[in-house]
């Protein structure tokens, strides 16, 4: 049988090229979709004490040829980078390429320190679940994943480097200026990494194979070896989108420590409109999104070897994950209570002789920084925060599941989208449609689908390439039968469980946004402001910026704990339908790992 493989890869190389030159168009143009002038914009950046004039303005105009308008200055740069040349900064009048070759440079050291944390946490996760076979911690690893990392960039920068002076609290001198960012950015990664291997490896470990090689003596650690092997292939594409985001999307705690990485320069000329630096930094996020995706689809072709062309592979029965029911209703049951004890105070009563206020029976969860009830802005933000971060879940979930049957296509765009930062992205929205809590969803829905499509994509290929399916097909099943009866079901199921894993990361992605002014506007009781508020009194007051933490932390236990009790309930019932399925069972034991 000879396998084409030219059309789609011309087709994810086409769609990278068209989404490419879409995302640098945008960001070009983008001075004009805001209605800002960009002279003001420049002249600000470069003298803020400087009239703006008209004389002045005109100058810049003229100086940085913006009266040609926005296709003469996109031509132009594309012109100039087909020679390598990025452009002179607007703003600082130096080369481009020297500053964005520095700043990625800073942002790639950042991402191999946070990488390192997030697989020594995500080994951490797992190794119960290889030891005890049965267990996992998906919980715990959801709260971890949850947890902002701003917010825990700033408690380490205070706990580290104020109060023990550990650590330095700024800059970029050497390697020690790489821990605390480095701990801020991987705790999450590490939670989610390890949440998704941790779930995947108790079906693996209950095959046919692992008894026999127990059997056979051999060794925990070679077991192990090889379970982790059978799991990883699905699972790659996730590692290289989180290596990407740890670079890209760590604009917040590259703030919060003054590290000069690229995260942070895009955004500062994103601000002061700088154009060609903007262009190139965006460039440069690119491109590394780009060589990601293609180390993981590289490692994840080495991983399952000629199993795939063969469609020889053998996919693990599905198996349902044990969750106690007490664990989602005590979860449900806090929230709930804590949100309706909340709904009803006022949220926006201001209190000035109340600042900063111990949590009492006045004000259980205390005050903010004017004395506004922290309960009474919990539990109005609920919606706002909860409902838009569900609704952008559930529309990544449905393009991810549509996508995964286009997986060349859909690889393109993908690498592209996941290569940008939230706040690029929602730079670039609420210049075209406005700030607010709309464009702030339509920018994180913009970027949250990539991870779900790829999770599909991988587990689509390899279910079609299954030996049960291809003993279907041998028994002339209908293709819409196989759809709906074998690849859907095996689909849905995991990659609903990772969406609901991703749910409080969409509502800290909105928080960000609504940080920067993007997003909801104060003084809207929305969660990412909160934590926003209260970031410059953490210490004194730091139940303020707990409230909204924990609260984000118990809605990831919850979504998760409750996708276990809920898939459990669902494998059992359909167990005697489906059982005889994978009859050959003596198929297993010689499975390639």
């Not at 917010?151 to 109060?163: N, Y």
């Not at 989208?417 to 339509?442: D, R, S, W």
């Amino acid at each position: 049988m000879k396998v084409r493989i030219g059309r789609p890869a011309d087709a994810a190389t086409l769609t990278r090229l068209l989404c490419l030159i879409a995302v640098l168009a945008a960001v070009g143009l983008l001075p004009w979709l805001s209605g800002r002038d960009p002279a003001l914009a420049v002249l600000r950046a470069r003298s803020a004490e400087q009239d703006p004039t008209e004389e002045a303005l005109d100058s810049i105009r003229q100086d940085l040829g913006l009266d040609a308008g926005p296709l003469s200055l996109l031509g132009s740069w594309a012109s100039d980078l087909l020679r390598g040349d990025l452009g002179t900064s607007w703003v600082s009048g130096t080369e481009v390429l020297p500053s964005v070759v520095s700043g990625l440079q800073v942002s790639l050291a950042l991402m191999g320190a946070s990488l390192g944390v997030a697989l020594l946490l995500a080994c951490a996760l797992v190794t119960p679940v290889l030891v005890r076979g049965r267990t996992s911690g998906g919980a715990w690893a959801a709260m971890l994943a949850a947890v902002p990392e701003f917010l825990l960039a700033t408690i380490a920068l205070l706990v580290f480097g104020v109060w023990l002076r550990w650590l330095p609290t700024s800059g970029w001198a050497g390697p020690e200026n790489l821990v605390l960012p480095a701990v801020a950015l991987g705790v999450p990664g590490g939670g989610l990494l390890g949440r998704l291997v941790a779930d995947s490896l108790p079906a693996v470990l209950d095959e046919r194979w692992v008894e026999l090689w127990r059997g056979a003596g051999v060794s925990r650690a070679r077991i192990a070896g090889a379970a982790l092997r059978r799991v990883l292939p699905p699972l790659v594409p996730q590692f290289g989108m989180v290596a990407v985001g740890l670079t890209g999307g760590a604009v917040a705690v590259e703030t919060v420590f003054a590290v000069p990485g690229i995260g942070r320069t895009a955004l500062g000329a994103a601000k002061s409109q700088d154009l060609p630096l903007l262009q190139g930094s965006v460039l440069a996020l690119l491109a590394l999104g780009l060589v990601t995706g293609a180390l993981a689809a590289f490692a994840r072709r080495r991983l399952l070897g000629p199993a795939l062309r063969d469609a020889s592979l053998s996919l693990p029965p599905a198996r349902p994950v044990r969750a106690h029911p007490t664990i989602p209703l005590s979860l449900f049951t806090v929230l709930a209570v804590t949100i309706g004890w909340g709904l009803s105070r006022d949220p926006y009563a201001v209190d000035t002789t109340a600042r900063l206020a111990e949590p009492s029976w006045a004000h259980p969860l205390g005050t903010d920084g004017l004395g506004r009830d922290v309960l009474a802005r919990l539990g109005h933000g609920a919606a706002s925060t909860v409902g838009t971060a569900t609704a952008v879940c559930l529309l990544s979930l449905l393009i991810a599941l549509a996508l995964g049957f286009l997986p060349r296509i859909a690889e393109g765009a993908a690498d592209i989208a996941n290569a940008l930062p939230p706040v690029i992205v929602g730079i670039l929205v609420a210049a075209a449609v406005g700030p607010g809590t709309g464009g702030a969803a339509l920018a994180v829905a913009l970027i949250s689908w990539p991870a779900l499509s790829a999770h599909a994509a991988a587990l689509v290929q390899e279910v079609r390439a299954s030996a049960f399916l291809t003993a279907q097909r041998a028994i002339g099943a209908s293709p819409f039968w196989i759809l709906t009866r074998h690849v859907l079901p095996s689909v849905a199921g995991p990659v609903a469980r990772h969406a609901l894993l991703r749910l409080p990361g969409i509502a800290l992605a909105l928080a960000s946004l609504g940080f920067l002014g993007l997003g909801a506007q104060p003084p809207a009781p929305e969660w990412g402001l909160l934590l926003e508020e209260s970031r410059a009194y953490v210490e004194r007051a730091p139940w303020a910026a707990l409230a909204p933490a924990v609260a984000l932390a118990l809605l990831a236990g919850l979504a998760v704990s409750g996708a276990a009790l809920t898939q459990g309930r669902g494998l059992r019932r359909s167990a005697p339908a489906s059982a005889p399925a994978p009859a050959p069972a003596k198929k297993e034991a010689p499975v390639e790992v």
